[in-house]
């Protein structure tokens, strides 16, 4: 290959590695849409609720054991 193939291959890689981050930007989630349309029917994304509230009742148990580690002081 010469060099201007490579240079063409890594400006082709590269661009196509900005597009990929320009649509994935502020993605935090493992997944993606799977258009299912129940988001339309319930007004909020299924798989993003069941995460939000498998993220809470884990927030939950953390502050709960905390909790019972610290004992509370009468007032």
Known sequence: MTVFE???VIGALAVAGWLWSLQLRGEKQSFRCVG?????AAG??????EERERRLRLQMK???AKNAEKP???S
């Open 44 to 49: 909020e994304c299924v798989f993003m609720k």
């Open 6 to 8: 490579w240079v063409f």
């Open 62 to 64: 953390k502050t709960a």
């Open 72 to 74: 509370q002081e009468p």
């Open 36 to 40: 299912c349309g129940k988001c339309i």
